[in-house]
């Protein structure tokens, strides 16, 4: 019976997850900092009071909130990521789940054409979600992936698909003789520019915008970075992009690669692999990599691996490589 359990139980995983989706869209935690009675709640956001206390209570089963008497409270351990108001809130990425949730009812039509379904134009509070929803999860673990990146004597680095700058803000803070070239589209540049001024770097920081393809990166860096966006391209553009890099770094500068990995058999990860079918609907040819795939795309250029670096939490991998000439 426990097969029979599993199937179940995957079968319907969405009802629970458009519970916790649709409360972060109503702005229901906010307002449950204070112990609130659905009835009141329901007045604040303009909601049906019957239909509020239904999805209290499944919160409640969910174990997200507690329940005393008539009256709802968010638990205590949930309440940095889910108040709006704290530094550690999560809620940029659950709401880009949120905007997913019909791409992914298309799936099956994915599958059988091999081609995305994105057909929703984006307006800026969706995209500045997807970017600040990258920015959600890398801030936890930031500090894990630079320390293994040689940026404290550097000068000039290139950011390739910076998106909301995490990395390059916290290298930024610590080397306060870098300067930085960004690289990425303008859907993405605006959440960079924004969180770069608030911290009182934007002398130190230009922009190149556009897509990776036709634009010039510039040359004379000592690094580059290029930190999860190889899985949204296509194998022909991940191509250029290392080409490109080559050709912008000095002699005996250092590419940095930071990726999602797959194992050789391509399924473990778990959570990496079923990201997979996220690429294919949301990218024109993006898929994860092996790391020997990651090895033999960097090294189509005359380039020297010289350090692979696995994390477990999130399952990524680190590859540094030095130029053997120079762009």
Known sequence: MKELKDLLGIGRAFWDSQVLLTAINLN????????????SLAKKIKADSRAMRMLLDALTSLNFIEKRSDKYRLKEKYAPYLIS????????????????????????????????????????????HFINGMDNL???????????????EAKKILDIG???????????????????????????????????????????????????????FGKGYELILISQVLHSLSRE??????????????????????????????SYPKDNVVFCL???????????????ELKTLIESQPFKISKIIKFKKPPTVLIEAITLRGG
Do not use: C
């Open 278 to 292: 996220n690429m294919l609907l949301h990218s024109n040819g993006g898929d994860n990599y092996t790391v020997n």
């Open 85 to 128: 108001k704290s530094d550690k809130n999560i809620l940029s990425i659950l709401r880009h789940y949120s905007n997913m949730w019909n791409d992914w009812g298309n799936l099956p039509r994915a599958v059988k054409t091999g081609k995305p379904f994105d057909s929703r134009k984006k307006d800026k509070e969706e995209s500045y």
């Open 162 to 216: 910076s998106g909301p700058a995490t990395y390059l803000r916290e290298m930024l803070n610590i080397n306060k003789n870098l300067k930085a070239v960004i690289l990425d589209l303008p859907s993405a540049t605006f959440v960079a520019r924004e969180k770069i001024e608030q911290e009182g770097l934007s002398d130190r920081v230009s922009f190149i915008e556009g897509g990776l393809q036709e634009k010039d």
């Open 28 to 39: 229901i935690f906010d307002q449950l900092e204070n112990y609130s009675t659905a009835n």
């Open 237 to 266: 553009l991940g191509r250029t992009a290392i080409e490109k890099s080559y050709g912008a770094l000095k002699k005996g500068g250092k590419l940095y690669i930071h990726e999602f990995y797959l194992n050789e058999k391509r």
């Open 138 to 152: 890398t801030k936890f673990y930031k500090k894990n992936i630079i320390e293994k990146i040689d940026f404290k």
